[in-house]
């Protein structure tokens, strides 16, 4: 049982827009920045999106994040089939002193 | 190019204990935090631990307190997790990440490619 709670899965076609949420609490994603990871098939998760919004260099702007209050977003726009992956948000939560994820959002690109 | 090469991941028996390592290049290792991540098979990502890059700062998940000791030699350019006391729970691979930034150590911005370790009789 993950304390980021995010749905197990997504799915839209190529070209399409998807969101993928990630809800918490007033102990982590209410008081603290949400980063977001991509985890393609068989490899090491990657950095999309930190401190809510921003994106490391070399990531397109085809990835967002947004939070309100608990709880955070990641949309993903024209989607390719090379967008299928596995989507985790994690934050630092100020009353376990540890940093938590989500229990990951798989992708389908139909 | 940052580059984080992890090691020592093996079959060990349930009470029995292992070392891993993370070596880092492509940077001043000494400056940054790092942190252990695990997967489990199948599962998703559960952050272990974390060392301050500065002032030696940790952290450890619920899940390894007491049992796991993080540590690094900045001379070697080094990262280690000591695991004892390890269960079949264990089973997972363990990626060492590097901060984002010297002063935001629990991004984790660059990645090992993990290594393996197995806790079964």
């Known amino acids: 049982q993950s304390v980021l709670t995010q749905p197990p899965s997504v799915s839209a076609a190529p070209g399409q827009k998807v969101t993928i949420s990630c809800s918490g609490s007033?102990?982590?994603?209410?008081?603290?920045?949400v980063s977001w990871y991509q985890q393609l098939p068989g490899t090491a998760p990657k950095l999309l999106i930190y401190d809510n919004n921003k994106r490391p260099s070399g990531i397109p702007d085809r990835f967002s994040g947004s939070k309100s209050g608990t709880s955070a977003t990641l949309g993903i726009t024209g989607l390719q089939t090379g967008d299928e992956a596995d989507y985790y948000c994690g934050t630092w939560d100020s009353s376990l002193s540890g940093v938590v994820f989500g229990g990951g959002t798989k992708l389908t690109v139909l | 190019e940052v580059q984080l090469v992890e090691s020592g991941g093996d079959l060990v028996q349930p009470g029995g204990s292992l070392r891993l390592s993370c070596e880092g290049s492509g940077f001043t290792f000494s400056s940054y935090s790092m942190n252990w991540v695990r997967q489990a098979p199948g599962k998703g990502l559960e952050w272990l631990s974390y060392?301050?890059?500065?002032?030696?700062?940790?952290y450890y998940a619920d899940s390894v307190k007491g049992r796991f000791t993080i540590s690094r030699d900045n001379a070697k350019n080094s990262l280690y997790l000591q695991m004892d006391s390890l269960r079949a729970e264990d089973t997972a691979v363990y990626y060492c990440a590097r901060g984002f930034t010297v002063i935001r150590g629990l991004i984790m911005a660059y990645w090992g490619q993990g290594t393996l370790v197995t806790v079964s009789s």
């Open positions: 060392i301050d890059g500065s002032d030696g700062t940790l």
């Open positions: 007033s102990s982590n994603i209410g008081n603290n920045y």
